[in-house]
Each structure stands twice: as structure tokens, then as C-alpha cells.
């Protein structure tokens, strides 16, 4: 019996970590994770590792160092970094040593799939089975695509959202009527759960509302007291575009 390859995460940020867990996950593919470099050695050591994401820069060594030594230790184990660095130098050297691509902060999980998927390809890893294509979604005057993370309205024209407005959009199309309370729609967008006085999501929501002109022909999100949001719209799926 084929099984998933095997991930490991190894990032010291307890969020990333449970975000990306959870999102792999979901995509099919067995995933262990570390915070530090300790860590990453003890779930090397246990068990087959067959693609490796890993943080450049840990509280107990450097990823790149990490990087350079699995290069002559464990030559066949893909590495992709993760890296909050501005300088292509910094990314250059890392695919210089070993690492197979790399990987801005912040970043989509979607894309961090992608680049995996393209990864273990090259290095012919058997992929779990893929979700089927993405199909996009039409509310109101307006016409979502998750796999190119694109909106359109009735007019052909994009409204530009930020890659945290897409995210929450995305957990209301997703969810059509549902009340979600913002530690929901915390724990959907970003992994984490919500802090005393957290209002990021009353911000999004705001900030949506403006963008998709919520409260003037219609109301897109209505506010449920002691609730949460809900997309009081109609939603309908209509397939991947060609």
C-alpha cells in the first residue's frame, strides 16, 4: 500500500507550526513538526523524512548551517527554506548549499503545496491523490477563483484584495449562512486563536465591507450580537476556470 510522503515542519513560531500542520494535512500528506534544530534532528533520526521545510532562522542554530550539513549527510532529502530575509543574496546561498527552493515570509499555504508537490515531482516522490481543481464561487455581484485568489465583478473588473482579506472571503464562500464567531474565523485564517482586545477580524471584515461596497445596493456580512459574521448572501459554485 502507497503511503503520503512524509513532511517535517521545523519552524520556531508555535503558529506557523500549527497552521501548517493542519494545512498539509488537509492536502493528504503525513506531517511531523519541530520548533528548533534539537527537535528537527530527534524526528530525522526516528523515522523516513521525505521532504524537509525548514525556517532559516531558529533559536538554536542557523537552517542554513542545518541545510548545508543534511546536503553531505542526507543528499537525497529535499529542503525548502523559509525565509523572512530581503536579500537574494541570502537566498541565493541557500540554494547553493543544497536547499531546492525557498520561500518568502509571509506566505499562502497554497503556494507552500505548490512548491512541495513541485519538489517531490522533480525528486520522484510518489504525490498523494490531489484534491480536485478548485471551483470558483459567484455572491451577490462578484466572482471568486481561489486557485488564482482573483476577484471579479459583474463587469470583468478584479477588486484587489490582500492576501488576509482572500483568506477570510474565502472561510464565509466556504461556509455560506454559517454564523462564525471571530475565534472561528481566527482559528480559519490564521491558524491561532484569539487574544484579549484582538480585533483583527472586526478590521477585515471592515475592510471587505468597503471593497465589495457591503451596505449600500446589499448587505454582504451581517453583524450577529454576541455571534460573530455571517455572509448573508446566496452562494454558488460554478467550476474551475479553463
Do not use: W
Amino acid at each position: 500500500m502507497q503511503t503520503s510522503p512524509h513532511i517535517l515542519v521545523v519552524d520556531d513560531d508555535p503558529e506557523i507550526r500549527r497552521l501548517l500542520g493542519r494545512y498539509l494535512d488537509g492536502q493528504n500528506f503525513r506531517v511531523s513538526l519541530a520548533a528548533d534544530r534539537r527537535e528537527c534532528e530527534e524526528r530525522l533520526a526516528a523515522g523516513r523524512i521525505d521532504l524537509l521545510v525548514l525556517d532559516v532562522m531558529l533559536p538554536d542554530g542557523s537552517g542554513l548551517e542545518i541545510c548545508r550539513e543534511l546536503s553531505r549527510r542526507k543528499p537525497h532529502l529535499p529542503v525548502i527554506l523559509l525565509t523572512a530575509l530581503k536579500e537574494d543574496v541570502d537566498r541565493i546561498i541557500g540554494l547553493e548549499i543544497g536547499a531546492d527552493d525557498y520561500l518568502g515570509k509571509p506566505f499562502n499555504p497554497r503556494e507552500l503545496v505548490a512548491r512541495i508537490r513541485a519538489v517531490l515531482r522533480r525528486t520522484g516522490a510518489a504525490l498523494p491523490e490531489e484534491a480536485a481543481p478548485l471551483g470558483r464561487y459567484r455572491f451577490a455581484n462578484f466572482i471568486a477563483d481561489p486557485a488564482t485568489r482573483r476577484i471579479v465583478d459583474d463587469t470583468g473588473e478584479e477588486v484587489v484584495l490582500t492576501g488576509a482579506e482572500f483568506e477570510l472571503l474565502l472561510a464565509f464562500l466556504e461556509r455560506p449562512g454559517r454564523i462564525l464567531s471571530r475565534d472561528q474565523l481566527l482559528d480559519l485564517t490564521q491558524g491561532r486563536e484569539a487574544e484579549p482586545l484582538d480585533r483583527s477580524i472586526d478590521v477585515l471584515v471592515s475592510r471587505l465591507r468597503r471593497k465589495l461596497g457591503d451596505g449600500g445596493r446589499f448587505q454582504l456580512f451581517k453583524t450577529v450580537r454576541n455571534g460573530g459574521y455571517q455572509l448573508a448572501v446566496s452562494v454558488e459554485q460554478i467550476g474551475a476556470a479553463a
